[in-house]
């Protein structure tokens, strides 16, 4: 029963009876006290530790969407146009124009063997280049004798070279939805749709979904996770195959595992009176770092992919209203199901109609069987309204806004898909806190990098890409932010009472940082260096880029 | 040189055509099929008569759960979790993860069934299911069907939250089954309404009863020729010499209550080739089948019956 004092600059709590304090006393992995070392000796005899005497201790952040897929996709080449970082701390240069992504894909070309193998990339963001799309000719540059893909940063459009082509039987001739042609009717080489996309993988040889989520992925997720000085993390939508669940326990299972890892079930993987008894037998694996129990149902699509689902004027450009994943009726029955059976259900709504159903459905469910203190949460929950904000705060709903969506798409919801007026208030954090409702802020990654303190930067500062602020009125101050990456997010998990803040008898888990968040000017919040991490009493030191 | 007597072309109507090359041996195509249609409509119930009727053909149905469907248990061989396989040799599967991936493994085991049949989700666009069939060579692409509740489609359709999703299925359709006629009111508006958004043959149904031969395709009839069923007929044409192809593409075009056809044909501008000629609903599809090796061209043909009565060779 060994209890360790860590001395550090600050301690910043999110405990309001003591936000601050100069020492945190650790013992059997929880937290035995915070406050002045004097303070603490009350508690006996203990090691002092000051390894953390100039840095700044914060509850280990808690980042509420995200999926495990960002650990697998590292063990590809990044070609996106933002700095990215990868698990092993090394940073990835943003890539301007096609030629830089053909030129570093040539690079990486010649560090392959010359086996004809695949040569795949991702996170491709064409969107901020001026002038033409990626074609064929480009990507047969990098290579004419191995299949090139090229995933777009939306993981939805992908761009591959003539061997796929050939090797796929698409030609000008292939008459399917989401083959791109140009003015001639020759395919341009990029892919838009599921099915055509799926033949472009499987005639390149590339089985994404086994790649992107074995043990290797699993523990590149924690990685880029504790870089960020995230100790919790969701995998938000996962259908849990048998070989994905011996994966994270295999990973979770080591005392060197870095996260807390909260699996959410994708509901649409079976009929919910299956879906309930997996779910249950699942949660019989729970350990410390891998926790079974979230349910989540996607609606609709997305924003930027033109196929989320809109309340009326729609698009602002006049693109017709998005699909369906799973219809009105379908979310209500699969709400119900897992509503009754006690779960908390995460859905996904991104445009303001998928909201509106989520909301009702969240109703009907509460009529049909009343329960306190479900915490059904929206995620995304990008265009809701105030009006819709009112509603999920009267049926205890909560919201997790995808505050990084400001900054990386900001600018086209502004000009082409929201128009002005619904991009100043989409993520409206602002909103959620003066109404009431529970909220946390996130990532999506790989959608966007994880790092909470880029998350809050975005939450506070409403900037777009390009630099232009979007919506004053719905900024939060610093202070709300970094609530929303610890007990924030920690609530909208229902683990507010066991993680989220630095108090008597939760687990010790922290996010070390070299500078105070709080003390930085706000727009520099995003640059305040990560340490590394503690998780449940053990240091997680990151590797510096 | 032939020609549909009473039928004049309609410009309004246009077959869809296709060519696709394929090397591997006809045998080892397997037909699809993806039934739409919104929640409700009647899929799972066209499914059960299709299982249950199900004669002489093995047919693979995909669903997304095995809740609804009416398996009589004393008919189940075998039951492995995500498959029950039934004595007469269909097979049912859950589609699973996804349902891409389960349709390619099926297409990779082609000896095991004779047709695939999808049942698509209350919100899915079936046309993007049916697109897996005209990219994977190992499948044919047979017709998407959607099932359309006679009740209250028009109701739904002017739903602004699903209206544009069943206007998509609508459009989607080779062949439409207007369901549940018996307790709907204004049966003729709901046809006059849909004819004004779609093109495809509308059959009328109760309980989804319709004969599944027009829905799930002619091989079979192909073969004998016969007359199987007492609402349709089939009819066949031969040629010994070779056939125009335009002669037959716009015949078939007009020909607009022929609900399926399927030919094997040697057109006069490819001796060489055996052209297979594939049309449901008003969608034509010509496929290149290897070389050419028989003796002469054949075409059969369903429609109502009432319909062929008013047909006749020149």
């Known amino acids: 029963m060994s209890t360790i004092v860590y001395a550090a600059r600050r301690v910043v709590t999110m405990n309001p009876n003591q936000p601050f304090a100069t020492h945190v006393a650790v013992r059997d992995g929880r937290i035995l006290g915070a406050g002045t070392l004097d303070s603490l000796r009350g508690w006996g005899k203990f090691d002092l530790d000051e390894r953390f005497a100039d840095k700044v201790i914060l509850p280990g952040f808690v980042e509420g969407h995200s999926h495990a897929f960002e650990g697998g996709v590292w063990k590809f080449p990044y070609v996106g146009f933002f700095d990215r970082t990868s698990p092993d701390g090394k940073r990835s240069p943003g890539l301007k124009n096609i030629e830089e992504v053909v030129a570093a894909l040539q ?40 299949p090139v893909i090229v995933l777009h940063s939306n993981f939805h459009v992908l761009n591959a070279n003539t061997p796929v082509f050939a ?34 993988y499987k005639a390149a040889g590339i089985d994404l979904s086994t790649l992107l989520s074995d043990e290797d992925a699993t523990w590149g997720f924690a990685r880029v996770a504790q870089l960020a000085g995230v100790t919790t993390a969701t995998d938000l939508h996962n259908t849990l195959p048998d070989s994905t669940v011996d994966a994270y326990l295999r990973a979770s299972g080591s005392a060197d595992f870095p996260l807390r890892l909260l699996p959410a079930f994708a509901a649409i993987a079976m009929p919910p009176e299956e879906g309930i008894v997996r779910l249950k037998s699942l949660m019989k694996k729970n350990n410390e770092r891998l926790r079974f129990g979230l349910v989540k149902i996607v609606t609709d699509g997305s924003i930027q992919g033109l196929s989320a689902r809109m309340r009326w004027p729609g698009y602002y450009d006049g693109t017709p209203n998005g699909v369906w994943n799973i219809g009105p009726e379908e979310i209500d029955r699969y ?75 900001g600018d086209i919801h502004y000009a082409r898909t ?39 930067w975005c939450a506070v500062n409403r900037l777009t890409a390009s630099g232009r602020t979007l919506g004053e009125a719905e900024k939060i101050s610093v202070a709300d932010a970094l609530r929303a990456i610890t007990l924030g997010a920690a609530y909208t998990l229902k683990l507010d009472e066991e993680l989220g803040s630095i108090d008597v008898g939760k687990r010790a888990d922290f996010a070390i940082l070299d500078d105070d968040p709080l003390a930085v000017p706000p727009e520099k919040l995003k640059d305040v260096p990560v340490w590394g991490t503690v998780l449940g009493g053990k240091v997680f030191q990151s590797p510096k880029s | 040189m032939i020609r549909w007597g009473a039928r004049h072309s309609s410009g309004a109507i246009q077959g869809h055509e296709k060519t696709r090359h394929w090397s591997g041996a006809p045998s080892a195509m397997i037909p699809l099929t993806v039934i739409g249609g919104f929640l409700g409509a009647g899929k799972t119930t066209l499914l059960n008569r299709l299982l249950a009727g199900a004669v002489g053909r093995r047919f693979a149905v995909l669903v997304n759960d095995f809740g609804a469907l009416d398996i009589d248990s004393r008919l189940v061989t075998e039951h492995g979790g995500d498959t029950i396989a039934l004595a007469n040799g269909c097979v049912c599967c859950t589609i699973g993860d996804s349902l891409i991936e389960t349709l390619v493994r099926m297409a990779e085991t082609p000896d095991r069934f004779d047709h695939i ?120 044409y031969e040629w010994s010499e070779p056939v125009e192809r335009e002669a037959l593409l716009s015949m078939l075009r007009d020909a607009k209550d022929v609900l399926r056809a399927k030919g094997i044909v040697r057109f006069a501008d490819a001796l060489q080739t055996r052209s297979i000629v594939h049309m449901v609903g008003r969608r034509i599809d010509v496929s290149e089948d290897g070389p050419w090796t028989g003796t002469g061209s054949r075409l059969v043909m369903l429609a109502p019956k009432a319909v062929l009565g008013s047909l006749q060779r020149e």
Not at chain 2, 162 to 178: E, N, P
Request: net charge negative; with cysteine.
């Open chain 1, 418 to 456: 929201l128009g002005p007026e619904r991009a100043e208030r989409m993520d409206a954090c602002g909103t959620a806190l003066g109404v009431g409702v529970p909220f946390a802020i996130h990532c999506d990654a790989p959608v966007t990098p994880i790092g909470p303190l880029f998350t809050a």
């Open chain 2, 117 to 236: 049949v999808v049942e698509a989700s209350g919100v899915a666009d079936p046309a993007r299911i049916a697109d897996l069939a005209v990219l994977e060579p190992r499948l044919m692409r047979d017709g998407v069907v959607v099932v359309v509740d006679a009740w209250d489609v028009r109701a739904r359709a002017d739903d602004r939250r699903i209206g544009d999703t069943v206007m998509r299925q609508i459009k989607a359709a080779d062949l439409i089954v207007l369901n549940k006629v018996d307790i709907a009111e204004d049966v003729p508006g709901t046809r006059a309404w849909l004819a004004t958004h779609t093109a495809a043959p509308v059959l009328e149904a109760r309980r989804a009863r319709v004969p599944l031969d027009l829905l799930f395709g002619l091989e079979r009839h192909g073969a004998d020729g016969g007359a199987p069923d007492e609402t349709f007929r089939s009819w066949s």
């Open chain 1, 167 to 200: 090797k796929a039987k698409i030609t000008r001739h292939t008459n399917v939805h989401g083959i791109v042609k140009d003015e001639a009717g020759e395919p341009t080489g990029e892919l838009q749709e599921n099915t055509a996309k799926y033949l472009a």
């Open chain 1, 107 to 146: 690079a990486h070309e010649k560090t392959m063997p010359k086996d004809g193998s695949t040569l795949f990339a991702w996170g491709f963001d064409p969107i901020y280049f001026t002038g033409r799309r990626m074609n064929l000719g480009d990507l047969n540059k990098v290579s004419t004798s191995r």
């Open chain 1, 335 to 409: 709400l119900l199901a897992y509503h009754r059976a006690g779960f908390q259900v995460h859905v996904h709504t991104n445009g303001d109609e998928a909201s509106e159903v989520a909301i009702e459905s969240v109703e009907r469910a509460l009529a049909a069987a009343p329960r306190w203190d479900h915490r059904h949460t929206l995620q995304h929950a990008q265009m809701a309204d105030a009006g819709q904000f009112r509603r999920m705060k009267a049926l205890g709903m909560c919201a997790n806004l995808f505050a990084n969506h400001l900054f990386y798409w």
